[in-house]
């Protein structure tokens, strides 16, 4: 369960990753050893999953990006996973219901690459069919 000052820990750091821990502290008006603690434990316990860095519009307009629904055979999906988190160009995995299995987010630097990524996919043992969408422009952006 996650308390006020948890809350507060995540809301700042979703803001800014790059937050020291002393200036967690002073803004959250806490000692910094408990922020320390505090971040061990939400670390631990897997409410803070890891830092990222996200990229700004600049860098994210240089590439292109795509979603690729993957169809696949039963009980395949683990040796396709660990295939596919190999690929740098896969951002994101989700499974899905419905008449596809996963759905893939991916980020190329040119045509060329997205198309040999895609390849790739689409031969992976265990993979029944994909449907590549690329995207074109971006309407709506809440993750930003």
Do not use: F
């Amino acid at each position: 369960m996650l308390d006020e000052l948890d809350r507060g820990i995540l809301a700042h750091l979703a803001q800014d990753a790059r937050q020291s821990v002393a200036v967690l502290a002073r803004r959250l008006k806490v000692a910094r050893s408990t922020v320390q603690a505090r971040l061990e434990r939400l670390e631990t316990s897997g409410a803070i999953a890891g830092y990222t860095l996200r990229l700004g519009d600049g860098a994210r307009e240089q590439r292109i990006r795509a979603t690729c629904l993957l169809t696949i055979e039963p009980r395949s999906q683990a040796g396709i996973l660990a295939r596919l988190r190999a690929l740098p160009e896969v951002e994101r995995i989700h499974s899905t219901s419905g008449r596809v299995d996963l759905l893939l987010q991916l980020a190329a630097s040119s045509t060329s690459q997205l198309d040999d990524v895609l390849d790739q996919i689409g031969g992976l043992t265990g993979v029944r069919s994909s449907e590549s969408l690329i995207h074109l422009s971006t309407k709506l952006d809440r993750a930003a």
